[in-house]
């Protein structure tokens, strides 16, 4: 029966990927997407297509992308809407500080020691612990953490297959929670402040804006990934009987030690310059210190407009880039400045392909704003939605499921979310749901498939990952053992996302639930 159940789900991922290989690129998606909204436009003008602002109780009417006046705005707003989208200067002066501690080290030495000093009974803890956490480093946890979960499982005696699934689970089923602020923070808020502004063109969505929920989210999927681990994959797998011999796992030496205590000592400044520019300016202990507050609002004093929140990116360079080059010239890794450039060229040459979609994705999100289609088809679907009565609730867990299927097929967090934003975000406001609310459901949908969806950019590498210890092992193996994962963490997860709308918590710094026009 467990074979039958093993070939069964084989086959339907199988059909999955089958059908998922013959999509084009993202990039080329998108391109066909834009020449798609400029024909649509034609069509809905000339139809007449229309709708009532429910805010303004304006007639919103179809521009014409193909009419004279479109197809000049076309041609004389290309540069500007590659350059002016949103998400592209924050991922790459992100990656750039990260790619600095990457290059140095740090990011791998840091994993290990965390991995390394974990007690054995929390060591399946540890591990999906890690791959959280790794997610702010990009690719680390998949091609660092992943094998060095085998390795570490093999050691102590335990099936390796269990260990690389438990990190396999952390860095890509939670790649929605963490402790700290990564790449697809600002990536996703830069996508849905471009959605939101189609009902409100001043609306700002922060990077930190699902940061209270992710923060929960980290301890709660990790505890949930090793009940999984602990009381599914292990008694599945059995003993290990392979013939991989267990490997040294090979500790910290006295450079990388040096390197993580200058880079301690430096983050612990770091952190102490950050207390005082939130410091209140005019109470307390800080009052007395000059300058105390230089983070906050200049004119209120508050942190939601704060230049440290509007410089979240900004901050995730310098200290990135600070502490990997801190413990560079501890560790001894690197030896000047231009290991220091040849780390950031490095994160910036792996970009290619992505600035490609970019630039597609960029004037599709522009042209399907100047058409007023996001704001006719969100008026209209609202309007439908709003009469079936479905509440806040089921409507969230549509949006999650919508995500889910959808990641099966397209793997890019990004490219999803720039074809799901535009309309559900104005969609959901019509409905008095926050932009950033409506992101989060759809990064909880996003992040729950990732460990069964053949499309995900990682997925071959965790095959080779678990043939060195399983030479028989295919996709099939690797979907029936992280199913239960996947399973888990969905269910899970929508009913934290339950209790988050019934208790109305607040889901991250000054992002509310809901929101009214």
């Known amino acids: 029966m467990e074979k039958n159940n093993k070939g069964l789900v084989a086959r339907a991922l199988g059909y999955v990927e089958k059908v998922g290989n013959k999509l084009p690129h993202p990039g080329a998606l998108f391109a066909y997407f834009a020449l798609g909204i400029i024909v649509l436009s034609w069509i809905a003008s000339l139809f007449n297509v229309s709708a009532i602002h429910p805010g303004t109780g304006e007639t919103i009417e179809p521009f014409n992308l193909l009419s004279k006046a479109g197809l000049h705005k076309i041609l004389t707003n290309m540069v500007y809407n590659f350059t002016s989208f949103a998400p592209l200067g924050t991922v790459l002066t992100a990656l750039l500080g990260i790619g600095i501690a990457e290059a140095s080290g740090l990011m791998s030495t840091g994993l290990r020691l965390l991995v390394i000093s974990a007690p054995k009974k929390l060591l399946t803890f540890a591990i999906v612990f890690a791959g959280i956490l790794s997610n702010t480093a990009s690719e680390v946890g998949y091609v660092v953490l992943v094998p060095l979960g085998g390795m570490i499982f093999l050691a102590v005696g335990r099936n390796p297959i269990a260990g690389i699934a438990a990190a396999f689970a952390g860095v890509s089923g939670g790649y929605s929670a963490n402790l700290l602020l990564g790449t697809i923070d600002p990536l996703l808020a830069g996508l849905s402040e471009e959605a ?60 990388e030690k040096r390197g993580l205590r200058f880079t301690l000592i430096t983050l612990i400044i770091i952190i102490l310059l950050v207390v005082w520019g939130l410091s209140p300016i005019d109470r307390g202990f800080w ?33 990135a880039g600070i502490l990997g080059i801190v413990y560079g010239i501890g560790a001894k890794t690197l030896k000047g400045a231009d290991d220091v450039i040849k780390g950031m060229g490095k994160s910036m040459s792996t970009l290619g392909t992505y600035i490609v979609l970019v630039f597609f994705a960029a004037q599709f999100v522009a042209y399907f704003n100047w058409t007023n289609l996001g704001l006719i088809f969100a008026v209209k679907g609202a309007n439908l939605i709003g009469t079936l009565n479905l509440g806040n609730i089921p409507l969230m867990i549509a949006l999650v499921l919508i995500a889910a299927v959808v990641n099966l097929l397209i793997g890019s967090a990004s490219a999803k979310w720039a074809i799901l934003a535009p309309v559900f975000i104005p969609m959901f406001m019509l409905l008095g749901y926050s932009p950033e609310f409506t992101q989060l459901a759809y990064r909880i949908g996003d992040s729950v498939t990732n460990v069964i969806a053949p499309m995900m950019a990682y997925f071959a590498i965790i095959v080779a990952f678990i043939e060195k210890y399983d030479k028989k092992a295919g996709i099939g193996t690797i979907i029936a053992t992280m199913l239960p994962y996947s399973f888990v963490f969905l269910i899970s997860w929508v009913l934290l996302l339950i209790i988050w709308i019934l208790l109305e918590l607040p889901i991250g710094p000054g992002a509310p639930l809901f929101y009214s026009l």
């Open 196 to 255: 939101a502004k189609i009902i409100d063109a001043s609306y700002t969505v922060s990077p930190a804006s699902n940061y209270y929920f992710m923060f929960v989210s980290t301890f709660f999927i990790a505890i949930i990934g090793t009940w999984v681990t602990e009381k599914v994959i292990i008694p599945r797998l059995g003993e290990y009987t392979g013939d991989a011999k267990p490997e040294v796992i090979k500790k910290l030496d006295a450079t």
């Open 287 to 319: 009052s007395y210190i000059p300058n105390s507050g230089f983070l906050r609002d200049p004119i209120t004093g508050g942190l939601l407009k704060s230049p440290f929140m509007g410089g979240i990116v900004a901050i995730i360079f310098l200290v």
